[in-house]
Nanobody, 117 residues
């Protein structure tokens, strides 16, 4: 099992920046992919960005050019640098880890990001 602890959320004005962190513990050796997802009340949780163990990344079209996902393998931590934030980025952001064996998915507790116009 993988445990994920998120931090870095908060409130910022449009155009500002935030950096989210997700520290993984437990069976970190089994993680294939880590990523960030976000959810607004009443809406489906959506993918923001992912990073594979090999280093490849994937981003939602809505955040390309503004967000950057990275990792520090030595610290078992993944980051999401969010620049040029928009009000529509307001959501609870969740860290996710995927592994080859069950449980396949592990989720963090979520951290609130609020962007005001």
């Amino acid at each position: 099992q993988v445990q994920l602890v998120e931090s870095g959320g908060g409130s910022v004005q449009a155009g500002g920046s935030l950096r989210l962190s997700c520290a993984a513990s437990g069976s970190t050796f089994s993680i294939n992919t880590m990523g960030w997802y976000r959810q607004t009340p009443g809406k489906q949780r959506e993918l923001v960005a992912t990073i594979h163990s090999g280093g490849s990344t994937n981003y939602a079209d809505s955040v390309k050019g503004r967000f950057t996902i990275s990792r520090d393998s030595a610290k078992n931590t993944v980051y999401l640098q969010m620049n040029s934030l928009k009000p529509e980025d307001t959501a609870v952001y969740y860290c996710r880890a995927t592994r080859a064996t069950r449980p396949y998915d592990s989720w963090g507790q979520g951290t609130q990001v609020t962007v005001s116009a």
